[in-house]
């Protein structure tokens, strides 16, 4: 039988963290490392499902069972054949196999990625014509039934790619011309829990609404600020409001003494600015550079004891081979 194979890109997010859950916008952009999925119609009545990278060998369930005792590294696969099947009314057995270009311990969106590879996977094979919408709306779907909490904006990368302003579960899902965006990354060894830092907000939104709101106010004007800096390519400027931003996320209490390391090290290295990009509490951190100084700034993530990951941005949205 004939197979389909996708191709999803992961993510960074440039700015709007935290805030983004609570309908307020932000800005993403794809990046080339991407998660490939293929999908094939078996005639068993069973899913199986191929992911040595995260440790699933030819896993199997039933496909009357979906989701019932899925192990934690198959369910975005699983909820989506799920979500998919009981959606359009369909149904098969079907054998999958998933291949990461980048290490599920960075905060790439690997989770989103697969979902959405997965998904138009099995419109492809099963001849159902897909919106980005309704692709976005059916993997953003899967992603809450799993982990109960998100914005959706890796979700929509995943799809859209390129570089967006997006607003909670895809109110806004407006894609920004971007001529350039030479980001610099860096990973502090220190994978984060996004659940129990949004969790971690959460708490605080309770206990302390209009100084949590205040902050959420404040990097949204930032966030404004920065979808201009882009469609007018000012790097400097960018630079400058990531360095504002990472200062109120310092203040939600997101950031961690790694990342601070790595930020303040670029910095010292002449990059024009630096944050954590993502959740917080370690992963990773991204900065902006003159030209001439993105080697040094390179190093210097290297010298505070950070991994720098080589990236290229404004990467092409979800692709059928």
Known sequence: MHSITTYAPGKLMLMGEHSVVYDLPCLVTAVDHRMKVTVRK???????????????IDYQCAISDLTLNTPKPAQFV???VRNFFQTFKVTSGLHITSQSDFSSKFGFGSSSAITV???KGLSELFDIHLTNKELFDLSYKTVLDIQGKG??????????????YFVTGGKVIEPIKVSKLPLIVGYTGIKADTTTLINKIQMKLENDPLSITTLFDDITLLVEQG??????????????????NQLLLSKLGVSSPELDKLNK?????????????GAGGGDCMIALSPPDKELEVS??????GGTHIPITTNSDGVRVE
Request: proline share 1%; charged share 20%.
């Open 42 to 56: 078996t005639d068993d009545n069973k899913l199986t499902l191929h992911a040595p990278d995260v440790g699933v």
């Open 78 to 80: 699983e909820y989506g």
């Open 117 to 119: 590879a997965t998904i």
């Open 151 to 164: 914005s959706g904006f890796d979700v929509a990368a995943a799809i859209y790619g390129g570089t967006l």
């Open 227 to 244: 979808k201009k800096a882009l469609i007018n390519s000012n790097m400097k400027l960018l630079g400058n409001l990531f360095t504002n």
């Open 265 to 277: 090290a670029v910095q010292e290295a002449g990059a024009y600015g630096a944050k954590l990009s």
């Open 299 to 304: 190093e210097a993530i290297k010298l505070a």
